[in-house]
């Protein structure tokens, strides 16, 4: 009987730490690392976060051009797969409007 109890009780605290510990990456996700809202948040979030920081994409002021340059490089030198062009307009006008300018 014990060891039932026991097998219970240890699944159920490993569940707890589970909820507990997963917690804050869920609510990242959610809030998408603190980018700010618009057409193209999650698409941002979810193609740089996988290789980068995010920081790296918030302390960016680049124009329209830099960013292209910047997603070329990432495909050809960094190994980012490449956007589909639907996919990478609407990642390019995102960091422009929240992370750059037109140029």
Known sequence: MKKTRYGILGAAAAALI?????????????????????????????????????????????SRRVWDEVLDWMVDSQGMAPLPDDMRATVMDYLVEHYGYEG
């Not at 589970?18 to 809202?37: I, N, V, W």
């Open 18 to 62: 589970f909820a507990f510990a997963s917690g804050p990456a869920m609510a990242q996700d959610e809030d998408f690392g603190g980018l700010p809202p618009g057409e193209g948040q999650e698409l941002v979030f979810y193609s740089c976060q996988g290789c980068h920081s995010l920081a790296i994409v918030e302390r960016s002021d680049f």
